[in-house]
């Protein structure tokens, strides 16, 4: 079965970087296009950003751009989220996703599978 396993949260300072990773298992990667999504305590999921499934198109919440980089390694099944100068609004629980359409959604609704997400706390 498809299986989305999301590492790299913590508790960190403002300020600081973090690199999120998922690791992608039971689909073909490459087919898919990528997406992180968060969720704060008492608010809705939000869209965070998404890649395509070769790379080369990418897109981002205005709250993040800038300050937030995704990737993706398709021999590695693996998709990136690079968390730089972060602050305590970007506090949540980060899920990736997978959408087979193959574009760079920013609608949740729109993937297939999700993971089961991984903490980030920033203090301020």
């Known amino acids: 079965q498809v299986q989305l396993v999301e590492s790299g949260g913590g508790l960190v300072q403002a300020g600081a970087s973090l690199r999120l990773s998922c690791a992608a298992s039971g689909l073909t990667f490459s087919f898919y296009a990528m997406g992180w999504f968060r969720q704060a305590p008492g608010k809705e999921r939000e869209f965070v950003a998404t890649i395509s499934w070769s790379g080369g198109t990418t897109g981002y919440a205005d709250s993040v751009k800038g300050r937030f980089t995704i990737s993706r390694d398709n021999a590695k099944n693996t998709v990136y989220l690079q968390m730089n100068n972060l602050k305590p609004e970007d506090t949540a629980v980060y899920y990736c996703?997978?959408?087979?359409?193959?574009?760079?959604?920013?609608?949740?609704?729109?993937?297939?599978?999700w993971g089961q997400g991984t903490q980030v706390t920033v203090s301020s």
């Open positions: 996703a997978a959408d087979s359409g193959g574009v760079v959604p920013r609608t949740a609704r729109t993937y297939d599978y």
